[in-house]
């Protein structure tokens, strides 16, 4: 049996890391998010700050935006010259995401310096990338309403998900070449 421990001591420490990190950090955001379960439930700061900025993005664009509280207070409504485009919700936030991309990496933790450049520089890229992948989908609910079942279901998860692989599959990548020096 200690055989089987020495053998797979690199696996089990990356199924430890992996796991410890993603429910340290899970169970420090979800304690987060209870400050903001109250009687008048409001979108927490970040989901509110993702869904400030995705309106800006988009008037920049040149679109008439403007991004308001639900008022069931569950999410941010994104709406373009007065039609609602998207209800933005925590789940939108790219917190949950970037969670994920940091305890896959603290797995495979390399160089201090470096892997905390990386998890900063990783956590930056995939808080712009949603960004973008809420833009996307407002402006193509907005011109293509028709493909909006797509963008939702397909485009947006393949965005957001497709973002974090090539990122891990860089890291390992990294990780790998200082395996070898």
Request: aromatic share 18%; charged share 10%; hydrophobic share 55%.
């Amino acid at each position: 049996m200690l055989g089987l421990f020495h053998k797979y001591r690199l696996v089990l420490r990356f199924i430890f890391i992996f796991l410890g990190s993603y429910f340290l950090f899970s169970s420090l955001y979800n304690g987060f998010l209870l400050i903001y379960d109250t009687e008048n439930p409001v979108p927490d700061p970040l989901t509110q700050l993702v869904a400030r900025q995705s309106g800006t993005v988009m008037q920049a664009l040149g679109y008439e935006v403007e991004v308001v509280m639900h008022y069931t207070g569950l999410s941010m409504k994104l709406m373009v010259e007065d039609y609602f485009l998207a209800g933005i919700v925590e789940g939108c936030n790219s917190a949950s995401i970037i969670i994920l991309f940091v305890s896959f990496v603290l797995a495979f933790f390399g160089k201090t310096s470096s892997t905390l450049l990386f998890l900063f520089a990783g956590s930056v890229i995939i808080y712009v990338m949603n960004i973008l992948r809420i833009v996307i989908l407002a402006v193509s609910i907005y011109e293509y309403p028709q493909y909006s079942g797509f963008m939702h279901s397909i485009f947006f998860p393949l965005a957001i998900y497709g973002t974090v692989f090539i990122l891990w599959l860089i890291w390992v990548r990294i990780y790998t070449e200082w395996r070898k020096q």
